[in-house]
């Protein structure tokens, strides 16, 4: 089966720099990618997802990267704000199977 | 506005005493699903339903029930609750092949 997994459980990070999250894969044939943000005491929310016939997907301060080969993904937060702080979950599935989930990365916003 | 709602959104009860945990959601959704989250080990799926009256274990089903009846509602069922089924559920809704919308929670604690 699919195993999602982090490379850092927690990132922290100047305001105004970018961030990177980064996600590993383990079944090549996973084709759908989304990335998760968990504030405390609240649901994980949809950021931005991207399918495997793609490599790169924007959104407002945000890209997702998509490598197939090594089978990583990665989220790139431009310009992190304090707003940013959360933990940060990738998502990853393989047609109409469930959602599995990395365990999330805790990104710390210093002022 | 489109939401998941859970109720309660916190409960202490007591080993043995049976509980449901409601979940419904306005968007018309076809996917339902439950997960918990516990530290360290990030968010597992307990049961999903792809529609009415079709529902599936996911990676931790031991201990609970689920039925979907209507295409809004998904209750959790705990039938003889236990201290190991202390933790934060989530439930989640979706059209087929797009991102999960969450609700913000249930957190259960059992004595």
Redesign the interface.
Same mark, same amino acid.
């Given at each position: 089966g699919e195993s999602v997994g982090l490379h850092l459980p927690t990132l922290s990070v100047q305001e105004g720099d970018n961030s990177i999250i980064n996600c590993a894969y383990s079944n090549s044939a996973s084709d759908?990618f989304?990335w998760?943000k968990q504030e405390s005491?609240?649901? #994980?929310?949809?950021i931005i997802?991207i399918r495997s016939n793609m490599d790169k997907r924007q959104g407002q301060r945000v890209t997702v990267l998509l490598n197939k080969t090594v089978k990583h993904l990665s989220l790139q937060i431009a310009a992190t704000q304090p707003g940013d702080s959360a933990v940060y979950?990738c998502a990853v599935t393989v047609g109409?199977t #469930?959602?599995v989930?990395?365990?999330?990365t805790r990104l710390s916003v210093i002022a | 506005e489109a939401q998941v709602t859970q109720n309660p959104r916190y409960l202490i009860t007591v080993t043995g005493k049976k509980l449901t945990v409601t979940c419904s959601q306005n968007m018309n959704h076809e996917y339902m699903s439950w997960y918990r989250q516990d530290p360290g080990l990030g968010l597992r799926q307990i049961y999903y339903s792809m529609n009415v009256e079709v529902t599936d274990k996911g990676d931790v089903p031991e201990g609970y029930k689920v039925s979907r009846k209507e295409k809004r509602n998904f209750p959790l069922i705990l039938e003889s609750p236990s201290p190991n089924q202390t933790s934060l559920y989530f439930c989640a809704s979706s059209s087929q092949g797009q991102p999960q919308h969450f609700g913000d929670g249930t957190r259960l604690s059992i004595l």
């Open positions: 759908y989304i998760y005491g609240k649901g #994980p929310q949809f997802d979950f109409n #469930p959602l989930f990395g365990k999330g | -």
